[in-house]
């Protein structure tokens, strides 16, 4: 592996994306702003084509043109005033959507659809579109003589029913997604593939045994209470290496931070400036992807968890969330995990970052499913299975915390299921649960 590919450079930019990426404000307001740049331009050139016509006299053409928008502001006319109210039902609709899957699954899943780029973009079309219309409908003017009238929205006619014909497409495809959202597979998969592309942005060297110099000082963080959602790698790299210093991020993403506490810690001779370190550290109300490897895990246990309580008692969406957690860790299975040392372009370790070990991430997949699952034979057949297949990937000293589940999912079920055949039952490994 060569050297540059090695010590690649964090993405200046990637804190910003993600950040807004959750926000469900930004597309649409983006699009707001496109749009008006768009009828100003289409404006302009239905300016400039009937300017041209004017020159050279050619009033038939005009006098045509004019009536065909003069049709056409029937139609922009119905767009205008229906489109807002279709807005407002569909969205209502899917709010519902959204609060059911919430309450079926986890809280955590909204951000699934606040995340979404098709949501986001029928929102954005929606709004474009309504806006659009009105600007068209300004427009419009009362004279009718090709030899005196400024403009022909014919370009912007044309536009907006474009735009009316993105919607209606568009339309198809947030409600297909909107309907696969509220299945529990779906939702699952879309979480696993989150945590997968987390788990591809993680440098893929973990602890080399670099040692770090004595430590001088320490940074506290100064800003609101809150979860630690992400750190700005690039730049804490570059203040590190400016300073000629190492930095060491305390806490570990989805810590909860209140002012005071100590969140880096500086190693070596030189403490940088309190405002170079300003603005490294997002601190937000919830958890997040961006950087945060042990989050999917969290909700996949959330859902099972709540499926197997006894106001749901669905063991079949457990086994669901079972299937991924295990699709998860099987990708661990011999990746380095723990502090991952982020390194400047000349490869030296400028940023230490602590992350989950195995044995944390093993016990948060299953600790709480496994204590759960004793009462249900499906659960713990497919849990047995899981571990099994596990077992069987990891190399030998990633064994321990797999085999201690085992061993309590064992004992567990033997307290609760006395009959010896239906004992033998539940802890016979089945990949479907109860196939």
Not at 345 to 373: C, M
């Amino acid at each position: 592996m060569s050297r540059e590919r090695r010590y690649r450079r964090p993405r200046a930019l990637s804190p910003l994306r993600e950040h807004l990426r959750d926000t469900f404000w930004f597309a649409p307001t983006a699009a707001l702003v496109l749009v008006c740049v768009l009828w100003g331009a289409a404006d302009s050139l239905d300016t400039k084509i009937v300017a041209v016509l004017q020159a050279e006299r050619d009033y038939d053409t005009l006098r045509y043109l004019i009536g065909v928008a003069t049709d056409a502001e029937t139609i922009i006319t119905t767009i205008s005033a229906a489109m807002m109210t279709f807005i407002g039902v569909v969205f209502s609709i899917s709010l519902v959507a959204v609060q059911m899957a919430a309450g079926n699954f986890s809280p955590r899943i909204v951000r699934i659809f606040i995340r979404s780029r098709i949501s986001k973009l029928t929102f954005a079309v929606f709004l474009s579109t309504f806006l659009l219309s009105l600007l068209v409908l300004t427009s419009y003017e009362s004279e009718t003589d090709p030899r005196d009238v400024r403009t022909v929205p014919l370009v912007q006619s044309g536009l907006t029913i474009f735009m009316v014909g993105i919607s209606l497409v568009l339309f198809i495809a947030y409600v297909t997604q909107t309907l696969q959202l509220m299945k529990v597979g779906p939702v699952a998969e879309r979480i696993n593939k989150e945590s997968l592309k987390v788990l591809a942005k993680v440098p893929v060297q973990g602890s080399d045994g670099t040692s770090l110099a004595a430590e001088i000082a320490r940074v506290s963080h100064d800003g609101r209470a809150g979860v630690l959602r992400d750190v700005y790698v690039a730049r804490l790299v570059r203040v590190a290496r400016r300073n000629d210093v190492v930095l060491r991020l305390i806490p570990r993403i989805g810590d909860y931070v209140v002012p005071g506490t100590p969140v880096l810690a500086v190693h070596g001779q030189r403490v940088p400036a309190p405002s170079s370190l300003r603005y490294t550290v997002s601190v937000g109300v919830e958890r997040t992807f961006h950087q945060d490897l042990g989050f999917g895990l969290r909700q996949l246990s959330d859902i099972a968890l709540r499926a197997l309580s006894p106001a749901v008692n669905d063991p079949t969406t457990a086994v669901q969330c079972v299937d991924r957690i295990v699709g998860f860790l099987e990708k661990l299975a011999d990746r380095p995990l723990g502090a991952v040392h982020h390194r400047d372009g000349k490869g030296v370790v400028r940023l230490v970052q602590d992350g989950p070990e195995w044995v944390d991430l093993v016990d948060l997949a299953f600790t709480e499913i496994r204590l759960q699952a004793a009462g249900s034979p499906q659960v713990s057949r497919r849990l047995m299975a899981g571990l099994d297949d596990l077992l069987r990937l990891v190399p030998q000293e990633r064994r321990e915390p797999l085999l201690r589940h085992r061993t309590l999912l064992v004992q567990a079920v033997e307290r609760t299921v006395r009959e010896v055949t239906e004992r033998a039952f539940a802890l016979e490994p089945d990949r479907q649960g109860i196939g």
